[in-house]
C-alpha cells in the first residue's frame, strides 16, 4: 500500500506562510455543501466492486491529487456503473410517474391521454434515488453521451448526440424527444449531460458527477487527505478522503477514488455520520477509456414506439400551473443562505402555509413518502415539520418558511429559532 498522506489541506503552506496561488485553486475543488444538492436528485457498492489488492503507487499529497483531478481531461470513456443509494426513504421510483399522471391534461379520450409518457427523463432518472442499479454509460467529448439503466427484462436510455436528446423505455415502447439548446451543452465525461431540456439538470449518474458535486471548495471546515489506494475496474487509484470538522452535519465522511493515471474519479462512497453501510456509493466495475463506436449514440424509435415530444409535455404541465400567485412567487424568492461549510443551511420563504401531507389530490404513494420522512417539531419559531433522510433534512414550518441542509434535526431547529 502506498504510503498515506495525513496532512491537511489547509495546512499546506509556502515558505511565506501562505497557502500557494496553485493550491488555493485546487482547493476549490471540494466542498461539501453542493452534497446537499445530490439529495434532491442524489450510493455500498457489491463486495465483488472492491479492490483485488492495493496497488503500490508513489506518494502523493492531497493538494497535488486534488490538481490532477481538476486537470483530467476525460472526455470519451465507457463502462458499466453500479449505484446502491440508501438515504432511508421510500422508493422513489413510482413517484416519477404519479407525479407525471397528475400533471397531465384530465378527459382525454385517447387512452394514452391524461399521463405523463413512460420515456420522460426526470421521474425515470429519479429512480436512481433509491435502490441499486446497474448503469451503462458512454461518452465522447461534450455532444455525445448516453446513459442507460439496466433492468432484469428492460433497459431505459438517456442519448445525447449533437442537437437531438432521446430518451427511451423498451418496457413500454414509449421515446420522448427534445431539442438540445442552441447555445450548446457543454458536457462531457467529467461533467455530465449536459443541459439539454430532456435530462434533469445535474443529476449525477457516474463518479464524475458526483465527485463534481462535492469537489468544489476547500476551507478550514474540511479535512482531506490521501487515505491508501485501490483497485477499481482493474486500474490503479489513490483514495481521498474527505471528512467534515464541524459538528451537527449528517455527513461522516467521503472517499473519492481517483484513477492514478487519468485523474478521473471511478468510485465515490459517501458515508453518514450516523453510521452503518454507505447512503450513497456509485463506481465503475468496467471502464474504457478509448472513444466509443459511433454508433452508440444514434438512436431511431423502434417501430410501433409512441413518440412524445417534449414541446408537448410541457404543454400539458401548463393545464396546471399553480392557482396561488403568492404562493407560487415566494417558491421562486431568493434563499437565504445561513452557516458555512457542511452546516450550511437554505432558508426559503413560500408566502403562505405548509401543504400537509394530506392535501386533497396527492397520489397515494407520495402521500406515504411524506409521512414516513416527517416529525412534528416545536420552538421559538412556532411548529413544523421536519422531513428527513440519512443526508438532508428540511424543516417546514406551519407558516410557510424551509430550513435545508445536511444536517441534523436539532441543528435545523435551532438555526430556525435564531431566525425567528
Do not use: C
Not at 484513477?259 to 462512497?269: A, E, I, N, R
Request: hydrophobic share 40%.
Amino acid at each position: 500500500m502506498a504510503p498515506n498522506d495525513s496532512a491537511q489541506i489547509t495546512g499546506e503552506t509556502g515558505e511565506s506562510g501562505d497557502v500557494p496561488a496553485g493550491r488555493r485553486r485546487a482547493a476549490r475543488y471540494v466542498v461539501p455543501a453542493a452534497v446537499a444538492g445530490v439529495a434532491a436528485a442524489t450510493i455500498g457498492l457489491v463486495p465483488a466492486l472492491a479492490a483485488t489488492g492495493d496497488p503500490d503507487l508513489p506518494k502523493i499529497s492531497a493538494a497535488k491529487l486534488i490538481e490532477k483531478m481538476a486537470a483530467s481531461d476525460t472526455e470519451r470513456l465507457s463502462g458499466t456503473v453500479k449505484i446502491t443509494t440508501d438515504l432511508g426513504i421510500p422508493a422513489l421510483g413510482g413517484l416519477g410517474g404519479s407525479a407525471a399522471g397528475a400533471l397531465a391534461p384530465k378527459g382525454g379520450t385517447d387512452a394514452g391521454e391524461g399521463r405523463g409518457s413512460a420515456a420522460e427523463p426526470t421521474g425515470r432518472m429519479m429512480e436512481l434515488a433509491s435502490g441499486e442499479h446497474t448503469l451503462r454509460v458512454a461518452a465522447d467529448g461534450p455532444d455525445k453521451q448516453r446513459v442507460s439503466i439496466l433492468d432484469k427484462a428492460a433497459e431505459y436510455s438517456l442519448i445525447h448526440n449533437g442537437d437531438e436528446v432521446w430518451a427511451y423505455d423498451s418496457a413500454s415502447n414509449e421515446a420522448y424527444h427534445s431539442k438540445a439548446p442552441a447555445d450548446g451543452a457543454k458536457g462531457s465525461a467529467k461533467g455530465g449531460k449536459g443541459k439539454d431540456q430532456a435530462a434533469p439538470k445535474d443529476l449525477p449518474a457516474t463518479p464524475q458527477d458526483f465527485a463534481q458535486h462535492a469537489l468544489k471548495a476547500a476551507g478550514d471546515t474540511t479535512s482531506v487527505t490521501v487515505d491508501g489506494t485501490a483497485r477499481i475496474a482493474g486500474r490503479d487509484a489513490y483514495q481521498l478522503l474527505i471528512k467534515p470538522k464541524q459538528q451537527n452535519s449528517t455527513i461522516g465522511s467521503i472517499t473519492v477514488a481517483v484513477d492514478s493515471k487519468t485523474g478521473t474519479p471511478l468510485k465515490f462512497t459517501l458515508l453518514p455520520s450516523s453510521g452503518g453501510k454507505a447512503a450513497i456509493d456509485v463506481g465503475f466495475t468496467k471502464v474504457d477509456f478509448s472513444r466509443p463506436a459511433a454508433s452508440t449514440f444514434d438512436f431511431s424509435p423502434p417501430k410501433g414506439a409512441k413518440v412524445t415530444e417534449a414541446d408537448e409535455s410541457k404543454a400539458a404541465g401548463k393545464h396546471q400551473a399553480p392557482k396561488d400567485a403568492k404562493g407560487a412567487k415566494g417558491l421562486g424568492a431568493e434563499p437565504n443562505v445561513i452557516g458555512e461549510g457542511w452546516t450550511t443551511v437554505v432558508q426559503l420563504d413560500t408566502g403562505g402555509k405548509a401543504p400537509a401531507a394530506g392535501s386533497k389530490g396527492m397520489p397515494a404513494q407520495a402521500q406515504q413518502f411524506m409521512d414516513a420522512l416527517g416529525d412534528k417539531v416545536n420552538g421559538k419559531f412556532g411548529s413544523g415539520t421536519v422531513f428527513k433522510t440519512r443526508l438532508v433534512n428540511a424543516l417546514m414550518t406551519d407558516d410557510g418558511k424551509v430550513y435545508v441542509g445536511a444536517v441534523t434535526k436539532d441543528a435545523l431547529v435551532k438555526i430556525a429559532n435564531e431566525a425567528k
